[in-house]
């Protein structure tokens, strides 16, 4: 058995190097193989593992922005993509709670703070539904700090 280790840069070792690797591992087997028909002029079954190694420093910042990220995710929900808190903050606020309709919820991660931008669908003071749109900072564990309705 063969093995080949390839040191990745720091370059090569950011996001998601995992996808990329096991697209060149493929690749890199094939020549290998194709390599070693060509030098020795005889089909070998040699079995060739190739490993690609993560450049150390980029690979802690890929776990951090790793759980950075799922930490965030874990603000909403599952089954419509909202914030619970701030959902109910605004329907807490609505003429006619019972009319909030969630559309969506998108973020932005600030460092130190999120801001969260959730689209939603309500009855006015004349009972018509219009789209309003909430715009809240909130903490990474979840605390509402500010919410702003805009009316789209």
Do not use: C
């Amino acid at each position: 058995m063969d093995t080949i280790y390839f040191q990745l840069s720091k370059n090569a070792s950011k996001n998601n190097w995992r996808n990329n690797s096991n697209i060149h591992k493929s690749i890199f087997t094939k020549n290998y193989k194709k390599e070693i028909v060509k030098q020795k002029n005889v089909a070998t079954n040699v079995k060739t593992v190739i490993v690609f190694i993560p450049d150390p420093v980029q690979f802690k910042i890929n776990e951090k922005k790793r759980r950075r990220t799922n930490k965030i995710l874990k603000l909403f929900q599952g089954w419509d993509g909202s914030n619970r808190k701030l959902k109910r903050y605004v329907k807490e606020r609505l003429n006619d709670p019972k009319s909030f309709e969630h559309i969506e919820t998108q973020y932005e991660d600030k460092g130190y703070y999120i801001i969260l931008y959730m689209t939603y669908r309500g009855k006015n003071t004349f009972g018509a539904l219009v789209v309003n749109e909430a715009v809240a900072k909130i903490t990474l564990e979840g605390k509402l700090l500010d919410v702003k309705n805009r009316i789209l």
